[in-house]
DNA sequence: GAATTAATTGAACGTTCGTTTTATTATTGT
DNA sequence: ACAATAATAAAACGAACGTTCAATTAATTC
């Protein structure tokens, strides 16, 4: 047999893609073999390097996506306003619905970095600072203008981060919490690590998240 | 040649641990072989299964060690006293320290869970879920006396959690702060993100352990 | 409807993997 | 010194790996 019936360049891309995305995820990059997601999509092996050069450019191609629509999100999602605080919450509120929605991608950008060359590293790494680099400013104009009370804004930045990527290791869509009531509660921790709470705004902000997330959540 | 002289069983087999634990967390579990490892040790690839019977074997052996050190840690530093505050100042302090100065072997344990066979990943689970259940009782008890503010108990310590342990990630010894710097202010943003800066004393206290920390790094 | 292009198969290549077996040498106990 | 044992080397095993190549068939173009 050769070319199957029904066979579609775009679709079998897109159908690799996603088996990649879910098998990494699952067992790791060195642990999956290409027959292996092969007999995912349902393909011999070698059908896949008409699409992938090789292994680690089909990781290197997955992490970019994943890190360039963060990126495009966040975009997205900033505030026009100056205010640190709602700012802040922006950023909170996007990264964890980013990160929930895409948790399989997630967990492959994060833990498959040691798999890739140098220079591949290098670029994802890349996209990943500068988009730290974006709650650092908040962070540092916050602490600037008062608003927020911060020992040391890198240090906060990382630990802020760490905490919010860490929903994808233990949430199950569907469990106990929604994700409305997740991202409340994980804003909540946020503005009190950050020392927002004492201007009261914040509080009522996220008091009012909150409310919504149960609103939400009773549908 | 066969037997070499000087040759030690035990020496070896720590040489063993150590080089695997370092191999492991910079390349991953799947992408180090056997023989790499021998020659890191500077032995033949069959000499390691005098020591270890399988590969997986040894990978659960430092998982293992490590979450059982991680326990042993713990149980020796808890403290007396019934006070929440200072339960959960030994306990971001004890988690911190062991951490930091485990980095590889943490990285090993949190990364390479995925290559455990089902019953040795329910051990290693076991251990983990005991450990983090001691933080939770502490946020409840805390909750319940009013010592803390907290929305969801089972949320916060897993938020705690990944916060504390992605210093790993990121922290480099001998680099911008010491280890007693990076605790002083994980301490305080522990304790502002449980709710217990109203009370005055965590204030205090954390400020001290800052102030500790900075004399320590000024030396 | 013939020619061209797109999509895939099946087989094979050389390499590396974890592991086993057997032989050989150093050390220890008597 | 001599037996017993501990520690390693050297070579080999079959299996699986990523990747390549030629052949083959479906879809598209003219």
Chains 1, 2 share one sequence.
């Not at 990264?95 to 492959?108: G, L």
């Not at 104009?141 to 890198?154: E, H, L, M, R």
């Amino acid at each position: 047999m050769a070319r199957t019936t029904g066979s579609d360049g775009e679709k079998t891309e897109a159908t690799i893609r996603e088996a990649a995305v879910n098998l990494i995820a699952r067992f790791g990059y060195e642990a999956m073999s290409m027959r292996q997601l092969a007999a995912e999509v349902g393909v011999q092996a070698a059908a896949l390097y008409r699409y992938f050069p090789t292994k680690e450019e089909l990781l290197f191609t997955l992490m970019r996506e994943h890190m360039e629509g963060l990126t495009d999100a966040w975009e997205a999602a900033r505030p026009a306003s100056a205010d640190p605080v709602r700012r802040l919450a922006a950023y909170v509120e996007n990264h964890i619905a980013f990160h929930i929605e895409r948790r399989h991608a997630t967990h492959v950008s994060n833990m498959e970095l040691r798999s890739l060359s140098p220079e591949r590293l290098t670029q994802i790494l890349r996209l990943r600072t500068a988009y730290e680099k974006e709650l650092r400013a908040i962070l540092r104009d916050g602490s600037d203008a008062g608003v927020f009370n911060i020992d040391d804004t890198g240090l906060t930045a990382m630990a802020l981060i760490q905490m919010m990527t860490g929903v994808i290791v233990w949430f199950r869509p569907g469990e106990r919490l929604s994700i409305a009531e997740v991202t409340a509660t994980y804003l909540s921790m946020t503005m009190r690590l950050v020392g927002a709470g004492t201007a009261g705004e914040t509080t009522h902000d996220s008091a009012r998240a909150l409310g919504r997330a149960r609103d939400a959540a009773a549908l």
